[in-house]
């Protein structure tokens, strides 16, 4: 998961993202506070950011906007986005289940499975009910037990695959319980080198003192705390799908006038480095529900929420699965060279013109 895939949080982004660089990474952070505040989504994706070979800066200074993310690409990110890196451990709260068949001994590796399915499937923004709901385990309260540390134990033994860091994810570790607290103590107090565990709680109190004592303690503050920054993006949202219609209209007809994309090209300039990378990655986002209308997977009506009847039916059209690809590389190879600060009037009028000279040949 990447950072700019996280609800607000940018400070405390940005903070993680200059602790890593100056290669001050605490072996053990707590990551403290609510489900909805994202904690196991920045969890992730710092993890990812830490062991990316290809990490991204976009030379921002505004504490409001991300100074850097991970490449997503590299084998390391395209790993951890599908949580199957080999040096990625997780472990959260399990119950007997007789439903996956687990009827006794449960543990966290047993249920791995349908876990990476939950995370990916809510974009890491996870709570616990949905989770013991989707293991349909009743009025069962689950637990990290021993069997769950003595696997972190083995994995530590292990010298690490690809990372440079091996990463250990404990989700809810409130719900670790005495015997298992005990037993891990130990790994906390001495750490092997190159290891990293994040836990994530939202509930400190009802975790023993002395693992508390050995964590570097992380506050992650509500989403309504970063009000301004989320209004901003939902902002943003509601124009760039304004903004991805009248470029791609522009961009079709460029061959009869070209003044409507010079003069978006001015406006694309205006947005500012991340707000540019921010909408390719919308139209990238666009013309794969494109393809899933086209494939039968969706409606035409799900691309958006606020655009006009007219485009809705009409797009979908206009792209096979050759045409999304060779403009989602152009999407791509513009996203590479607006992080390394390219002229943006003169990339906006490359990618419009090979855009629409796209659409026009498999339209003529």
Same mark, same amino acid.
């Given at each position: 998961?990447?950072?700019?895939?996280?609800?607000?949080?940018?400070?405390?982004?940005?903070?993680?993202?200059?602790?890593?660089?100056?290669?001050?990474?605490?072996?053990?952070?707590? =990551?403290?506070?609510?489900?909805?505040?994202?904690?196991?989504?920045?969890?992730?994706?710092?993890?990812?950011?830490?062991?990316?070979?290809?990490?991204?800066?976009?030379?921002?200074?505004?504490?409001?906007?991300?100074?850097?993310?991970?490449?997503?690409?590299?084998?390391?990110?395209?790993?951890?986005?599908?949580? $199957?890196?080999?040096?990625?451990?997780?472990?959260?709260?399990?119950?007997?289940?007789?439903?996956?068949?687990?009827?006794?001994?449960?543990?966290?590796?047993?249920?791995?499975?349908?876990?990476?399915?939950?995370?990916?499937?809510?974009?890491?923004?996870?709570?616990?009910?949905?989770?013991?709901?989707?293991?349909?385990?009743?009025?069962?309260?689950?637990?990290?037990?021993?069997?769950?540390?003595?696997?972190?134990?083995?994995?530590?033994?292990?010298?690490?695959? @690809? $990372?440079?860091?091996?990463?250990?994810?404990?989700?809810?570790?409130?719900?670790?319980?005495?015997?298992?607290?005990?037993?891990?103590?130990?790994?906390? @107090?001495?750490?092997?080198?190159?290891?990293?565990?994040?836990?994530?709680?939202?509930?400190?109190?009802?975790?023993?003192?002395?693992?508390?004592?050995?964590?570097?303690?992380?506050?992650?503050?509500?989403?309504?705390?970063?009000?301004?920054?989320?209004?901003?993006?939902?902002?943003?949202?509601?124009?760039?799908?304004?903004?991805?219609?009248?470029?791609?209209?522009?961009? =079709?007809?460029?061959?009869?006038?070209?003044?409507?994309?010079?003069?978006?090209?001015?406006?694309?300039?205006?947005?500012?480095?991340?707000?540019?990378?921010?909408?390719?990655?919308?139209?990238?986002?666009?013309?794969?529900?494109?393809?899933?209308?086209?494939?039968?997977?969706?409606?035409?009506?799900?691309?958006?929420?606020?655009?006009?009847?007219?485009?809705?039916?009409?797009?979908?059209?206009?792209?096979?699965?050759?045409?999304?690809?060779?403009?989602?590389?152009?999407?791509?190879?513009?996203?590479?060279?607006?992080?390394?600060?390219?002229?943006?009037?003169?990339?906006?009028?490359?990618?419009?013109?090979?855009?629409?000279?796209?659409?026009?040949?498999?339209?003529?």
């Amino acid at each position: 998961m990447q950072f700019a895939k996280i609800i607000g949080q940018t400070r405390v982004i940005n903070s993680f993202i200059k602790v890593a660089k100056d290669k001050r990474i605490s072996h053990t952070q707590l =990551f403290l506070g609510q489900a909805n505040a994202g904690t196991f989504a920045l969890a992730l994706a710092y993890a990812q950011f830490i062991n990316c070979i290809n990490k991204q800066d976009f030379h921002i200074d505004s504490e409001d906007e991300l100074i850097a993310d991970s490449c997503g690409k590299c084998p390391s990110c395209l790993k951890y986005e599908q949580l $199957a890196h080999p040096d990625l451990h997780l472990f959260f709260p399990n119950v007997k289940s007789e439903k996956l068949g687990v009827k006794e001994n449960p543990e966290s590796y047993l249920f791995l499975k349908q876990f990476r399915e939950f995370v990916l499937k809510n974009e890491g923004y996870i709570d616990l009910d949905a989770w013991y709901q989707m293991l349909n385990v009743g009025n069962s309260q689950g637990l990290i037990n021993v069997r769950d540390v003595e696997r972190m134990i083995n994995n530590l033994s292990l010298t690490a695959c @690809e $990372a440079d860091y091996k990463v250990t994810i404990v989700w809810c570790f409130d719900k670790l319980n005495s015997d298992a607290a005990n037993k891990l103590l130990k790994i906390l @107090e001495e750490p092997d080198d190159k290891t990293l565990f994040f836990l994530i709680t939202d509930n400190a109190q009802a975790i023993l003192p002395t693992i508390l004592s050995r964590c570097q303690l992380i506050k992650i503050p509500p989403i309504n705390e970063d009000l301004k920054v989320h209004k901003k993006r939902t902002e943003d949202d509601e124009y760039f799908e304004q903004l991805l219609v009248r470029w791609l209209r522009a961009a =079709f007809a460029v061959n009869k006038d070209i003044s409507p994309l010079v003069e978006l090209g001015g406006e694309f300039a205006d947005l500012g480095r991340e707000r540019q990378r921010l909408f390719l990655e919308l139209v990238m986002n666009v013309l794969r529900k494109t393809m899933y209308v086209n494939v039968g997977i969706s409606k035409s009506n799900d691309l958006y929420e606020i655009t006009d009847e007219k485009f809705r039916a009409g797009f979908p059209k206009m792209i096979t699965p050759d045409t999304c690809y060779q403009i989602y590389q152009l999407l791509e190879q513009a996203t590479f060279h607006i992080q390394r600060n390219a002229n943006p009037k003169i990339l906006f009028c490359d990618l419009s013109i090979k855009t629409g000279n796209i659409l026009r040949q498999i339209n003529k």
